[in-house]
């Protein structure tokens, strides 16, 4: 059993099958400390939010789990080797991308996950702001460390969104993710989640990418800002139920950590396919508002590279490398 004390005995406490108590003892034993580290473990505990139920000749278990996206929530349900098995977890941050970025400065090793309850500066694209409401939705940021030349890191935030996808599906058949390129995910054509991929690099190889992800998951329409609330949706809203975002964030890691390896040893093809069927935009007319001109067209795919292929009404074929795009 890893992490913190307080970690530890979460872990052991969530591990318990229902209604089954776990006396001071036991957890001193399983976790491998004092009996007295263990009372102050579980205040601790209770200052954090979690609701302990301490019974007399029985012992400690949890009274009610709560929605939280911390390490021992997320191990509960992780299936990696890398993604996720180093978590740094914090009830708000300014930006996970901010914390991220310094940790890669500390040799953060590859596949750790910075992950937070709020954000106070949340951002995405194009330096945009983010909205993102404390304990409703996963704000994190995942760093890798591929073996790759910069030119191919931007291909990462389309890896990211497929995996982001496929989690969604794979938890939650009812919902209908699309993406939106290049790195927003829509359900019903509303905003769900928003992709950031950043690089710090050296002269020819990649040093590590921050592949941040938000996605609004047990918002309730009253929870978004009234300019946001006829263009952004959430899991919850879309689902009908309230979601496990710690089992989310654990999906998530897994479908990423399989089409990241999939990325560096057999290029972007494979995925592309993957990228395209679960595209909302590849053959729809859209409009494409680039920093000096406006195109209208048909998308009709898009390259090894991640660029959007443009059909105009003349036949052309457009390769669209940044814009904001809507549907006509």
Not at 44 to 61: A, F, M, N, P
Not at 238 to 258: F, H, K, W
Request: with cysteine; net charge negative; hydrophobic share 40%.
């Amino acid at each position: 059993m890893s992490g913190t004390t307080k970690e530890k005995v979460l872990q052991a406490l969530l591990a318990l099958p229902q209604e089954a108590y776990v006396s001071g003892e036991q957890l001193a034993t399983a976790c491998g400390i004092s009996r007295t580290a263990i009372w102050k473990a579980i205040q601790t505990l209770e200052q954090d939010g979690y609701d302990i139920e301490s019974v007399r000749k029985k012992g400690y278990r949890l009274a009610s789990s709560k929605d939280f996206v911390d390490r021992a929530h997320i191990a509960q349900h992780l299936q990696t080797k890398h993604i996720g098995q180093v978590i740094h977890y914090y009830k708000e941050v300014t930006s996970t991308q901010i914390i991220a970025s310094d940790l890669v400065q500390q040799n953060a090793p590859h596949g750790t996950v910075v992950i937070a309850e709020a954000q106070t500066a949340g951002r995405g694209r194009m330096a945009r702001e983010w909205d993102s409401a404390a304990g409703k939705g996963i704000w994190m940021t995942i760093i890798l460390r591929p073996d790759l030349p910069p030119h191919q890191a931007p291909q990462f935030t389309l890896v990211a969104a497929v995996a982001v996808v496929n989690a969604m599906k794979s938890l939650y058949p009812t919902i209908t993710p699309e993406i939106k390129w290049p790195n927003d995910i829509l359900i019903n054509g509303k905003k769900t989640t928003g992709i950031l991929t950043e690089m710090i690099a050296e002269a020819d190889r990649v040093q590590a990418l921050l592949v941040g992800i938000g996605i609004n998951v047990n918002q309730q329409k009253e929870h978004f800002p009234e300019e946001l609330q006829s263009i952004a949706t959430s899991l919850r809203m879309e689902a009908g139920e309230v979601l496990d975002r710690a089992a989310l964030v654990a999906e998530i890691c897994r479908y990423m950590e399989n089409y990241s390896e999939q990325y560096v040893t057999y290029g972007f093809s494979r995925l592309k396919t993957l990228w395209e069927e679960a595209s909302g935009t590849i053959g729809k007319n859209i409009r494409a508002t680039t920093l000096r001109e406006v195109l209208e067209g048909t998308a009709v795919g898009i390259t090894e590279d991640g660029v959007l292929q443009l059909r105009l009404a003349n036949g052309d074929v457009r390769g669209i490398y940044s814009a904001d795009i809507e549907l006509t």
